[in-house]
């Protein structure tokens, strides 16, 4: 009886979720049936609000008709429950009422900014990095946005290139699982719910891989780079449910992403079946043009829409041309239906054709955008994404025995630079909390505070090193809050210098010699170059940009009330000329040791190999040990799995976090692999004198790889576990084969 009941009930559900589907395909397909030309093409056309703008006047008279006449089909810049609705009740005087959406670059916060994403990436949390995009979606939400432009998930191996700031570093694994994270954090309960943005995986693809670094420049990789390094986040972003792909501006491999059908149409709707809706960046139709790719913007829309780019962003090449293309059968009707009904089943999915403005509700909006609880979640994810890169006789944590701490720098009041770049800009910047704010609210009784900026981010000037020089003279302690302004990175902010700006290493040099210790506080939104400072300064903390909790987070770090847990998403070179520098390399024929000298091997003459800081390097204010490293056997079948375990140990006074990281490495395959590659980690939280089990399991998709023919799989042979908390630091090591 209980199995009939079962198997009513499944067949019932079964039934239901197809009458939705069936219902949501008879829908669109009605709909389709019922649209012009001109208003095909109209919902594959995407413009921008006007930045600087609020209000009604936020898009322009020109583009409102063009609403009304049903010729735009998503806006992006607008937001705000007040002027979205407004916006929506401009659609729903279009001839078929389809609803407009409204898309914004969400990257790290909306009301309240959460940490960068590559700071976030350096927590290794994937709870809280899911938790900061939980935040910004249900801000963003609340205030009419159904689209975020994120997660940005281009890997990126070169810190000259500015935007490595939105990303997650360097590494595949930890990225593809920051991915997933990111779009269930935006998604949250799915596509449709009011608390939840569409995410978008970003920007397909390796937009990361620009030569030079130099943003927007040509991408010329391997096959096998672009598959084992750069395309698996994308997949991940996938496999999550992400609603949507931007293609990227780069050309790859020569042909431009946003014309690559191997990109849009063989891998992301045939292998991979992509259902959702694909977007060019900003422009970037056009740019085929300049690329080469196409004779003019005709040619352009041909090819774009063509390759599978659903949506033209504000290059309004779909708008001008797609129409004729069609009529002239250069382009099918097919083709054209299929990127609309892309487009119709987002909105059918979100539920905006029951309710074109259930997303534009002031008082939700309202109530959201001063939630105190995002605030408080803010402060909590900003610490830990600080990392402790040094920290030489216990400098650290400060404690009520400094009584006169110097607080020198540029970066000391600034409240601006906290947001970072891609910030929602808002009227003032006042709500964010600058490093001298955090530390006047945490610093004990009797503590005093002594200030001089020293000198400008980016400056000749040293006028103000003899007041920083006397002001440090009289403190216990100074902590030097140093680096790059906020828009030295993001988009377009690609440098060929990335050593502290200006004369900001002088001025460490000066108040080091005073001979009294001195902390070094590091703002960035990528790896810098600061050799002689990591070699000087007593302590070190790398805390990117944290957002609005900036100041806050990072006094609680500087005086232990957070033990930092932070690790390095990302290498850090010890100077430019060793970029592209990370740590899953080849061993090439000539491994050799780090010796800066003449080798015949493959080192430098004037540098060693290795770098400032490993990916995956972050101290504590504790200690751990690593032990007992156990197999569950020194051999597996491919069908097979390999459990292995491990206790780490908190050997020191304080009570601490440390991420245990599981690296793998294929001494010999029919291609060749890196010296490692992470394949797993765990965060765990051990109070002084505390032990624990930390547990793995290696399977046949931890050991596959793209073999000599570009198959992925598995194949016999000898492998390596290394567990450690650095990628240059695993104590535990041991063998096991393939058989
Ligand atoms: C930009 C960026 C992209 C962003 C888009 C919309 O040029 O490349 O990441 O989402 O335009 O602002």
């Given amino acids: 009886m209980k199995k009939i009941l079962l198997f009513l009930f499944s067949t019932l559900l079964i039934n239901m979720a197809s009458a939705q589907k069936l219902s949501e395909d008879m829908f669109i397909e009605n709909l389709l049936k019922q649209m012009t030309l001109e208003e095909k093409v109209g919902q594959l056309n995407q413009y921008s609000g006007n930045w600087k703008a609020t209000g009604p006047n936020k898009v322009s008279a020109n583009n409102v008709q063009e609403i009304e006449k049903g010729h735009i089909g998503s806006m992006l810049n607008v937001f705000g429950a007040d002027v979205t609705r407004a916006l929506q009740e401009h659609a729903m005087k279009s001839r078929l009422k389809i609803p407009l959406l409204f898309a914004q670059d969400v990257i790290h916060g909306f009301r309240v900014t959460l940490p960068v994403p590559l700071a976030e990436a350096a927590s290794w949390d994937l709870t809280a990095i899911e938790k900061s995009a939980r935040i910004a979606a249900t801000e963003a939400s609340a205030a009419g946005i159904h689209w975020t432009f994120a997660p940005m998930v281009d890997i990126a191996r070169d810190p000259r290139w500015g935007r490595v700031v939105e990303g997650a570093g360097e590494d595949t694994y930890l990225g593809s699982q920051i991915a997933k994270a990111r779009v269930k954090g935006f998604q949250g309960e799915g596509i449709g719910h009011t608390n939840s943005v569409v995410a978008c995986a970003k920007h397909f693809a390796a937009y990361g891989a620009a030569m030079a670094g130099r943003d927007y420049n040509t991408v010329d990789i391997s096959r096998r780079s672009l598959w084992e390094t750069y395309l698996p986040p994308f997949k991940a972003a996938l496999d999550a449910g992400v609603g949507t792909f931007m293609t990227s501006f780069n050309d ?40 080469g790719l196409c004779k003019d913007d005709k040619d352009a829309a041909l090819k774009a829409i063509n390759a599978g780019c659903d949506i033209d962003m504000e290059s309004n090449c779909y708008n001008r041309y797609l129409a004729d293309l069609v009529k002239a059968k250069a382009v099918s009707e097919e083709t054209l239906d299929n990127a609309v009904r892309n487009v119709l089943r987002l909105k059918y999915k979100l539920g905006l054709f ?86 006047e609210a945490r610093i004990p009784q009797k503590t005093s505070l002594l200030y001089a900026k020293g000198c400008d981010i980016n400056t000749t000037d040293k006028s103000g090193f003899d007041e920083a020089v006397e002001t440090a003279a009289k403190a216990d302690i100074t902590i030097m809050v140093m680096g790059e302004s906020f828009e ?16 900001q290493e002088e001025l460490i040099k000066k108040i080091k010699s005073l001979g009294k210790p001195v902390v070094v506080v590091l703002m960035a939104g990528r790896p810098m170059t600061f050799s002689w400072t990591a070699e000087h300064a007593d302590a070190i903390l790398y805390t990117w940009w944290l957002g609005s909790e900036a100041g806050n987070a990072i006094a609680n770090v500087l005086y232990g009330d957070y033990n930092p847990s932070g690790k390095l998403p990302i290498t850090f070179p010890r100077s430019v000329g060793q970029i592209p520098i990370f740590y899953n390399a080849k061993n090439t024929g000539r491994p050799t040791p780090d010796e800066n000298k003449i080798s015949y091997g493959s080192a430098y003459i004037d540098s060693p190999n290795s770098p400032q800081y490993a990916f995956g390097y972050g101290l504590s204010y504790t200690s751990f040990k690593y032990s007992d490293l156990k197999l569950s056997s020194n051999q597996m079948l491919p069908s097979e799995t390999l459990r292995v375990s491990c206790v780490i140990s908190n050997t020191g006074k304080k009570k601490g976090e440390e991420t245990v990281q599981l690296y793998i490495r294929d001494m010999y395959a029919s291609a060749t692999r890196p010296v490692k590659e992470l394949k797993g980690f765990q965060k765990v939280d051990l109070a002084p004198g505390q032990s624990t089990t930390v547990n793995f399991i290696i399977d046949k998709e931890t050991l596959s790889f793209y073999n000599q023919d570009m198959k992925w799989g598995v194949e016999p042979g000898t492998f390596k576990i290394m567990i450690g908390g650095a990628s240059n630091n695993t104590p535990l090591e041991a063998q096991f084969d393939v058989i």
Avoid: C
């Fill in 252 to 291: 790859l491999n020569g042909i431009p992403s946003t014309g690559n059908r191997y990109l849009l149409h063989d891998i992301l709707r045939d292998k991979w079946h992509f259902k959702g809706v694909v977007v060019s960046d900003w422009g970037a139709i056009r740019e085929l043009v300049p690329h």
């Fill in 354 to 439: 029951d309710d074109p403005f259930k997303f534009s509700n002031a008082e939700r909006e309202k109530r959201e955008l001063a939630n105190p609880d995002h605030k408080k979640s803010a402060k909590e994810i900003a610490e830990k994404s600080i990392v402790l890169l040094k920290n030489d006789h216990e400098t650290l944590p400060l404690s009520a025995k400094q009584k006169n701490i110097a607080l020198i720098g540029p970066l000391v009041k600034s409240k601006a630079d906290m947001k970072g770049p891609w910030a929602i800009q808002w009227d003032t910047d006042d709500d964010l909390i600058s490093f001298y704010e955090g530390m």
């Fill in 488 to 503: 030295m990175s993001g988009e377009a902010r690609s440098k060929t210098d990335i050593s502290l700006p200006g004369v």
